[in-house]
């Protein structure tokens, strides 16, 4: 028998809810549903947004299982569905982010949930935004011996700044899970990843092999880094186990992975029972599904009935798409009005206009936000029921497409070419969902705006200057792999180790906008000098403030310590002089951007990185730079989007640290070093190093620091309370080399490696 179910306003057909799925117990589907169903607030953001793999059992877990990439074309439409390019195919993978979806897995007979460690940007392979290491015990280990291991990698993770979630599999072993503090790339999440397990396996080879051999495994715990490939997935976090029994892959507290003899694998219902009374303990893995990406339609359902309105009410959260249509309705409901509705990021972004589009340059008119609409709404007309939201008549008075000029918050500018309407058009937020749209004065000389077949003309006026614009964001770059481009298509840059910073200079003054957009002029007194330089030019400059070591490389480090000595690297002109530059080629901004430098003794523009960005990557690594960033030579500024014509490659870079200190442990010599640099005759903290050490220099170095230890930091600038405890401070005579791959937010070195002198 089968029946309908509604799960939150989604109903999914189930049958067969008294199969058993498994014999050894009498688990039933109906209730592998309910598991999944009850527990869908815990799973679901640890596998939103990435691509669902399914193994099933439809004949319960005594029969065989299959694993499912693809969704089949009977799959229901409100499932959102990616599609991904591999070498022999192209493949559509689910992404499960509802209670329906969980249960629709669960009708499936889909008792195991796989996924990777990336999310999809668009219908690609995006970041990878944590890492899994699988601990698999060998022949003659078993659980005990992974829960060793997984707390000797807590430990490790932790010097590096980094947190980690144990996980009974449910299986054999543990997954540690370890969030990220920022995005990695593919190729940096496998090199981070094995660098760390190499590592253990290093320090406790008896007991440790990143070596996938079954011959190297007996007796150990394989310590598998390759599930964070993005070709790999892992059993997500909550998901039942095709095993006799129905576990789950269960997250644990580090005090149930240290009783390591009581330790045992979860079934569904103390799971289910443990995360009622506790909530989800890998809270702090991924962050809760709202967050992901709240569903822009939320508002318009919760305001419709499907039941009772023709409007369309789509069931599924829109897909990403970067469609470019406009439709505008007249609304005849209690109040007329027109509906003005641009289509961005998958849904319609909508303002009510009273007294509808502006027909002349020297009016505005009311246009009050209002809720996101499905871009199916982009043909419907019709009337909605007396005693609906929004109930009356509705037409379609214009659609076409438009062109984007400026899209924020508080203000968009589009050109509208429709039916009706060819124009530029302002909406300007001035009070909440107070806008005003503005029909705007033709900025071309040979073109007119214009309201087609109802007599009204827009004017035809010449070129006047621009405003200086201020608050433009920064244009970010995609992170990519620069060594697969050429010169004749793309130019190379250096990518600096500083804050970004938007430079307005107007009238001698200088005005400096973080990334974020805030003010933060004081910080840097330095770049004062800019104002006085160019006082007969009205400019904003994108660029970076760094500030150079005794190498003369960009030190993050010390420019948080040291601000007032920064220097302003420039390397893009957005305005200057009355003219906007950003949709002008990259190489003409480039142009006006050195002959402006030219003027300026405290502007600093870099040359540009010669050959391919094959050679450009090589000597940023021989010159120890953080890394490269191609743009495409006939590409335009897009404030404040991170766009494919501007492309990162960030490198590994080594760095020479003296020894402040190091933190103690109970398992080994030490569990870091505190490591600084020395500038100008004094030593600032940069972070922990606690792996790269081989055990005999890990020796050597215990002998040595011993000797030197003292009561007092030597370090000139402040840690954090966190960054102190369980310090052995030591005089600073001890140098080393750590390889690293970025510096953090708080200006300190992220994953750090120490290099034995033998490297």
Known sequence: MGSRRSFGGIEVALTNLDKVLYPGTGTTKGEVIDYFTAIAPALLPHIADRAVTRK????????????EKNLPDHAPKWIERHGIEHSDRRVVYPVIDSVAGLAWLGQQAALEIHVPQWIFDGDERGPITRLVFDLDPGPGAGLPQCAQVALMLRDVVRDVGLDAFPVTSGSKGIHVYVPL????SAGGASTVAKQVANNLQQLYPELVTANM???????KVLLDWSQNNPAKTTIAPYSLRGRDEPTVAAPRTWDEIGDRKRLRHLRFDEVLRRWREKGDLLAGLDPPLGEQGPDPLSTYRSKRDAGRTPEPVPAARPAASEGNR??????RARRQHWDLRLERDGVLVSWAVPKGPPVDTHENRLAV????????YLEFHGTIPKGEYGAGDMTIWDSGTYETEKWRDDEVIVWLRGERLDGRYALIQTNGNQWLMHLMKDQTPDASASVKGNGAKGVTTPKKPAPLPHGLTPMLATPGDVATLDAEDWAFETKWDGFRLIAEIDEGAVTLRSRAGHTVTGKYPSLAGLGSELSGHSVVL?????VFDEHGSANLGLLRAHLGRAVFIAFDVLYLDGTSLVRKRYDDRRRVLEALAGRSPSLVVPPRLDGSGAQALRYSQDHGMEGVI??????????GRRGQSWIKTRNWRTLQVTVGGYRKSDVRRFASLLVGIEHEGRLYYLGRV???FSEQEMNALDARLSRLERKTSPFDNDLTADERKDAVWVTPKVAGTVRFQNWTEAGRLWHPTWIPVSD
């Open 630 to 639: 191609a743009k495409r030579r006939d590409s335009v500024y897009l404030p």
């Open 56 to 67: 099933r059992w439809p004949n319960g877990v005594d029969e065989s299982s299959f694993f």
């Open 690 to 692: 606690g792996i790269g």
């Open 542 to 546: 994108d660029g970076e403030a760094v």
């Open 213 to 219: 051999a079954k011959s190297a495994r007996d007796g």
């Open 326 to 331: 406009y439709v505008i309705q007249e609304h």
């Open 369 to 376: 936000h209002t809720e996101d609409h499905p871009l199916e």
């Open 181 to 184: 503090d920022r995005r990695l």
